[in-house]
């Protein structure tokens, strides 16, 4: 059976495909778009997955859309009624937004591939979220926590996963918070007081939160009030999110925490201005992580299952998921490579598959590369055009080579097999660097990544050596495969691994096992042999406002763009030669443009 | 040309003399720049020309720079105001900063196509600038500004017409002209889809203060028996796939 996801329209658009049970390929549209967040319609990511294949629309047997759309217009229409008359300029444009595209997608789906409309299935936000948790999971039983800012009306829902090893799984949501109570706009309404980007820049405050002291938690808690069932619930007149297009926060809001950041003001961490925001930052974390240890303690307490699969946007909060894991009493959290709405493509389809058809459960490959392959031969002609020194080798020259590349300081651009699926580059599409001195970190961030100072850089580590340099608690080094949870770095190599140690002495790992990214884990291994500490700075491939890379194409002009020094895609290392990229080299085109 | 810059320096005058829309402007100027860098990156990435690839790139990286620069010169602008005058109309359609990539699509186009768009894009955005640094005489910070990416665009329109002859040595001329007729029907397109715009919206307004007075009133007294907290899931909610709600 070939069964498709898609999710789209609202940030974040991806396909899936889902073949006799298994994912077959997944995509999202901004690496192929190359417009980051891309939110249209994801055409190009529907064609390529049906390529990749080999298969036409026709062969689909049902293309799945991850949440209702009639359901979701019902929760816009509601809440600008509920709001009249103060949500009259807010009205005409939300009518517009969703009356325009987004109720029809039957008929978007069914025009763009052709199908029949009884082809066309839709699942609910949440339980696409739950099953792309539950369903790409190791684990038969487990309960199930998903949080976003919104889906329909859902905003956290709970339940239970089962999938017994000879018989039908089975995903139930037992109860939900519903809009506007929702810990996703209260974490993002904090991302736009403090002058980041909405459902882009959340990872800012997070990695802000360390440089500040939670002196504000009280005046947090007078904006979410808690529920004697142990939920939760905003208090409205803070916020104008469910009111409003123009700003998330209320008058009252500012009153509380002082003016908001302007986006364009850097953010001086000397200055108490700087500090009052991180403070800010470092507040509405706490009481975000507080909120969801407490509602994972009383579902831990009521199910006694020992495993938790969590979804939705709030799950990429990396610190909250290590203390859910750390305080909740589960022994494993589970949190997939793509927790937010991209992820939902998979989980629709596999909702499809396994529950709406009954299809037989199979466990699902644990790993994120689901995308487009890297070609090496394409690098080395883009190289060769360009005069840049390029070399085809083997595998074992090559991570020789790169190791020693790494060892001298050199920046490496890495390109391997399969893209990730999900936001984190998790070994196929990373600049890697040495861990070791704070000097690499500032590099990076100044002439590679151009963002702020006080973000964090991640380490990769082989999972057989990954306690000996970082403090996992028991279930942590499961949540540290697709870089899901922050551990301290142990006090004794905190000073060798500067570049990846963050303020507050944790950061956020990934442990590698060698089945899941070879060529990576055997660098990591070259490395540890040449330098004593097998660990490497693994950071997105991409620039600051761009999409993380997906061919060689790609690859190559984000290198002659920046300051990484060496790229290597497949089998073939370019490395950047001295005259490139320079005002010299401008010269010699405008010469050969006069010519 | 000249006869029209001179007619609307009165009016480039008084646009470019409230400090706090200035900001603005140049804020908005810096996110299009920034967009036309990305755009150019994928220019570079599709092109089959090396040279085109290596001319993009550089380009691109100009386009960055013009950004940071409008970007800093607007924020220094916008923190030099108190809080209360930072609002006001941008006048984003009587003064437009660099526009014409914004709805370009790079992949479909061929290299000659691309190149007569820059050029005349180029060629726009100079005239533009040219009339807004002529009226920032008592500005020179912002004045600076605009001649330092002035002399980019000249590079720029430079290398994008000689590269349209290299690359379609018989066909420049039509191409130029083609992208000029393109241009006007873009033009066209954006006014109708703002007229529609502002149609649908006055359309709605009424609706909302007419048809939903009475829906607001009953929402709002739904709202209030609505309880907080957690809310059960029913079991068979959703059990079937085939509904949109």
């Given at each position: 059976?070939?069964i498709?996801g ?8 991806a396909?899936a495909l889902v073949i006799d049970g298994m994912p077959f390929a997944a995509v999202q ?20 997955c049906?390529?990749h294949a ?74 696409s979220h739950a099953a792309a948790a539950f369903l790409t999971a190791p684990t038969r039983r487990a309960a199930i926590l998903t ?14 996963g089962s999938r017994p090893p000879?018989?039908?799984a089975?995903i ?133 299952l020992p495993d938790l699969c969590m979804g939705g946007?709030?799950a990429l909060?990396c610190?909250?998921n290590a203390?859910i894991l750390?305080?909740?009493?589960f022994e494993r959290l589970f949190v997939p490579p793509a927790p937010g709405?991209a992820g939902c493509a998979m989980g629709a389809a596999l909702y499809?598959d396994r529950i709406?058809?009954?299809n037989p459960d199979r466990m699902a490959p644990d790993h994120p590369f689901w995308g487009p392959a ?42 391997d097999g399969a893209l990730e699926f999900g936001p984190r580059a998790l070994g196929h599409r990373s ?27 991640a380490p990769v580590v082989p999972i057989e050596v990954a306690d000996?340099?970082f403090?996992l608690p028991p279930g942590g080094a499961r949540l540290a495969r697709f870089m899901s949870g922050?551990f ?20 956020r790992l990934q442990t590698l096992e060698q089945s899941m990214a070879p060529r990576l884990h055997a660098l990591l ?13 693994n950071?997105s ?7 993380i ?47 | ?245």
């Open positions: 059976m070939k498709l898609i999710s789209a329209h609202y940030h974040d658009s396909a549209e901004e690496r192929l778009s190359r417009r980051k967040n891309d939110a249209a319609f994801p055409l190009l990511a529907i064609e390529w049906l390529d080999g298969i036409g629309p026709e062969a689909l047997d049902a293309v799945v859309f991850y949440e209702r759309p009639m359901l979701k217009f019902d929760r816009i229409l509601t809440c600008a009624l509920r709001a009249f008359p103060r949500s009259w300029r807010a009205f005409p444009k939300a009518m517009k937004n969703s009356l325009g595209e987004k109720v029809w997608v039957r008929g978007v789906i069914s025009s763009h591939l052709g199908l029949p409309r009884r082809k066309i299935l839709f699942t609910e936000h949440h339980q949080a976003d800012g919104v889906g329909e009306w859902a905003t956290l829902s709970i339940g239970l000879d018989g039908a089975s139930t949501l037992t109860r939900e918070l519903r809009f506007p109570h929702s810990l996703g706009m209260l974490y993002s309404t904090f991302t736009a007081y403090l002058g980041f980007a909405v459902n882009e820049g959340e990872y800012k405050v997070m990695g802000l939160a360390s440089f500040g002291r939670p002196t504000l938690v009280n005046e947090v808690r007078r904006l979410i009030r808690r529920t004697p069932d142990g939920a939760f619930a905003l208090e409205l007149e803070y916020f104008e999110f469910h009111t409003t297009t123009q700003r998330s926060y209320s008058s009252r809001f500012i009153d509380l925490f002082g003016p908001p950041r302007s986006p364009y003001d850097p953010i001086d961490l000397e200055t108490p201005e700087g500090k009052r925001f991180a403070d800010c930052a470092a507040s509405v974390q706490r009481v975000l992580e507080d909120t969801l240890v407490d509602i994972a303690c009383a579902l831990r307490r009521e199910t006694g946007g709030v909060n610190v909250a203390r750390a305080e909740s009493g709405d499809a709406h058809f009954e890297v070609d090496g031969s394409a690098l080395s002609k883009l190289a060769r055009e360009d005069g840049q020194s390029c070399n085809e080798m083997t595998d074992a020259e090559l991570i020789d080579r790169t190791a020693e590349d790494l060892i001298a300081g050199r920046v490496v651009g890495w390109m600049i890697l660097a040495a861990p070791h001195s704070a000097e690499m970190r500032d590099r990076l961030n100044r002439d590679i990544k151009y963002r702020e100072e006080f973000r964090p850089f000996r340099y403090e922050v301290p770095v142990r006090p004794e190599w905190r000073s060798r691994l500067a570049a990846i140690t963050h303020i507050d002495g944790t950061t291994e070259s490395y540890g042999r040449r330098s004593g500490i097998p660990v490497l700075l950071t491939f991409n620039l600051a406002g761009e999409p890379v997906n061919r060689a194409v790609e690859g190559y002009s984000t290198f002659r763009r920046s300051g990484i020094d060496v790229l290597v895609a497949g089998r073939t290392r370019v490395v950047k030669s001295a005259s490139s990229a320079t005002r010299k080299e401008k010269i010699a085109c405008s010469r050969s443009v006069a010519r | 040309m000249e006869i029209i810059r001179i007619l609307l320096r009165p009016l480039h005058s008084w646009i470019w003399l409230d400090t706090a829309r200035r900001g603005r402007k140049l804020l908005r100027f810096a996110e299009i720049e920034a967009d036309g860098g990305r755009d150019l990156v994928r220019a570079a990435e599709v092109t089959p020309d090396p040279l085109l690839r290596r001319l993009f790139l550089f380009h691109a990286r100009d386009e960055q720079r013009h950004a940071e620069l409008f970007r800093r010169r607007g924020a220094a602008l916008l923190k030099a105001l108190p809080g209360s005058s930072r609002s006001g109309l941008r006048a984003d359609w009587l003064a437009p900063g660099e526009r014409g990539l914004d709805d370009l699509r790079i992949e479909e186009l061929k290299d000659g196509a691309l190149l007569a768009f820059l050029h005349l894009s180029e060629k726009s955005a100079a005239t533009d600038f040219a009339s807004y640094r002529d009226v920032l005489e008592r500005d020179s910070s912002t004045r600076a500004v605009f001649e330092e990416v002035l002399r980019d665009e000249a590079y720029h329109m430079n290398y994008t017409l000689s590269q349209l002859v290299r690359v379609s040595p018989e066909h420049h001329r039509v191409l130029l002209w083609r992208t000029r007729l393109s241009r006007l029907w873009k033009g066209y397109l954006r006014l109708a889809l703002a007229l529609a715009s502002v149609i649908s919206g006055l359309i709605l307004t009424i609706l909302y203060f007419t048809v939903l007075v009475p829906f607001g009133y009953l929402a709002k007294r739904a709202a209030l028996q609505e309880p907080t907290g957690w809310q059960p899931v029913a079991t068979d909610r959703g059990s079937s796939l085939d509904r949109q709600y």
